[in-house]
């Protein structure tokens, strides 16, 4: 199956800094997801993102499919962007996804 | 609803019992997902449904975990003779398209 790995594992911001999340894939995917999972356990959508770019306030992604990765970025940070980023990939619609190990971010004050 | 919703919310069981986890997918839904999380691992994946039929049981880890959607909306997730280590938030999603998918909050199950 397809492997996913997310790096850096953790991520301790001032608040204020950006920072760069990475997800690299092993295979061609026709799915790729961002979520947020907050510390209540819920996972929050960010981006639907197979290829491409996208942006949503202070957040962006870009995936380049060809070269098997996608790049989640967070700029100027507050201390409700703490928690776990996953990005979780799919080998074509209607699939599974499979997540990554997750970005733990910690934005202190 | 507005999202998908799962109850309970919290379970405890002791061990050998048999629990059933329900998921309500945003209406319209007809792909639904049954994932399991285990405390600092990603999700993993269980099941999928399509319509009322399971197209891909291969996460389901043995005979004692089984899955149903009977009308294509609603399903329950059963686990026999429950062990210790099937303790794990339990987490649905659903997906109009088959792409984008959407979770509920899970469901955290404690077997002692």
């Known amino acids: 199956g397809i492997q996913v790995e997310q790096s850096p594992p953790d991520l301790i911001l001032q608040e204020g800094a950006n920072s760069t999340l990475r997800c690299n894939f092993s295979?061609?995917?026709?799915?790729l997801q961002w979520f947020h999972q907050n510390p209540w356990g819920q996972l929050i959508n960010l981006f639907y993102?197979?290829?491409g770019t996208k942006q949503n306030g202070r957040l962006s992604a870009t995936t380049v499919a060809t070269e098997r990765y996608s790049l989640l970025y967070i700029s100027s940070s507050q201390t409700t962007d703490s928690g776990v980023y996953f990005c979780?990939?799919?080998?074509?619609?209607?699939?599974?996804?499979?997540f990554g190990g997750g970005t733990r971010v910690l934005v202190k004050p | 609803g507005a999202g998908v919703s799962q109850t309970p919310s919290n379970k405890v069981t002791e061990k050998g019992k048999y629990v059933e986890l329900r998921c309500d997918p945003i209406?319209?839904?007809?792909?639904l997902y049954w994932y399991r999380q285990s405390l600092g691992q990603g999700p993993e994946f269980l099941i999928y449904?399509?319509?009322?039929?399971?197209?891909?049981d291969s996460g389901l880890p043995n005979d004692r975990f089984f899955a149903v959607r009977p009308e294509g909306s609603v399903s329950t997730l059963k686990i026999q003779r429950t062990e210790r280590g099937d303790s794990a938030v339990y987490l649905c999603?659903?997906?109009?398209?088959?792409?984008?998918?959407?979770f509920g909050q899970g469901t955290r199950l404690t077997v002692v």
């Open positions: 993102i197979p290829s």
């Open positions: 295979d061609s995917v026709n799915n």
């Open positions: 449904f399509q319509g009322t039929g399971a197209a891909d």
């Open positions: 999603a659903s997906s109009r398209t088959g792409r984008e998918a959407f």
């Open positions: 979780a990939v799919g080998g074509a619609a209607g699939n599974k996804l499979t």
């Open positions: 209406s319209g839904h007809t792909a």
